[in-house]
């Protein structure tokens, strides 16, 4: 069963830095594409990052380029996004996704909340 | 970028009624492989998102027969044939056949 679990969401004051996790199962995770997606309450679905599965090439949304990185651990099965310069239009659930456009799967997310 | 709409944003149905939701890209979503890479996903509220359809008509495991999807090049349909109460939340569409992907805006479905 492929699953996707988010961690490392919380609290972080403006200006600040929070590093997102997300650890894989169930399939051959260095062999895929993987994402980041985010929704601010009341919003939709908004594409933030992806990352090859070799990990040498990545894409950024221009809302977050230059203050996000992504990045994986493909011996531990596991997708990262370091978050800094926080914004309080940060502020969203970040799930990490695999969208190949055939299966896809969805991680149950977690909250980012950016105030002081 | 490729640019998904839905029509319309929201969609009151009667239970037991049909009802249906419309995406249009902005460009054609056929790949270079052949296949036209468009999902439908469900987002039930306070869950994450799931897929639902997949290559446009396609139904992913466990999804029930009432939904089903269509289309072609630019201008896809998902439909329910009879919602239930389980069916409310909101509806995406997503193209994957181009980096980034990207989404529509969301359909809103309740029950009248």
């Known amino acids: 069963e492929v699953q996707l679990v988010e961690s490392g969401g919380g609290l972080v004051q403006p200006g600040g830095s929070l590093r997102l996790s997300c650890a894989a199962s169930?399939?051959?995770?260095?062999?895929?594409?993987m994402h980041w997606v985010r929704q601010a309450p009341g919003k939709g679905l908004e594409y933030v990052s992806a990352i090859t599965s070799n990990g040498g090439s990545t894409y950024y949304a221009n809302s977050v380029k230059g203050r996000f990185i992504i990045s994986r651990d493909n011996s531990k099965n596991t997708l990262y996004l370091q978050m800094g310069s926080l914004r309080p239009e940060d502020m969203a659930v970040y799930y990490c996704?695999?969208?190949?456009?055939?299966?896809?799967?969805w991680g149950q997310g977690t909250l980012v909340t950016v105030s002081s | 970028d490729i640019v998904m709409t839905q029509t319309p944003l929201s969609s009151p149905v009667t239970l037991g009624q049909p009802a249906s939701i419309s995406c249009r890209s902005s460009q054609s979503l056929v790949h270079s492989d052949g296949n036209t890479y468009l999902s439908w996903l469900q987002q039930r509220p306070g869950q994450p998102p799931r897929l639902l359809i997949y290559?446009?008509?396609n139904r992913f495991s466990g999804v029930p027969d009432r939904f089903s999807g269509g289309g072609a090049g630019t201008d896809f349909t998902l439909k329910i044939s009879r919602v239930e109460a389980e069916d409310v939340g909101v509806y995406y569409c997503?193209?994957?056949?181009?980096?980034?992907?990207?989404f529509g805006q969301g359909t809103k479905v309740e029950i009248k």
């Open positions: 290559k446009i008509s």
């Open positions: 996704a695999r969208l190949t456009g055939d299966l896809d799967y």
């Open positions: 169930g399939f051959t995770f260095s062999s895929y594409v």
């Open positions: 997503m193209q994957a056949t181009q980096f980034p992907r990207t």
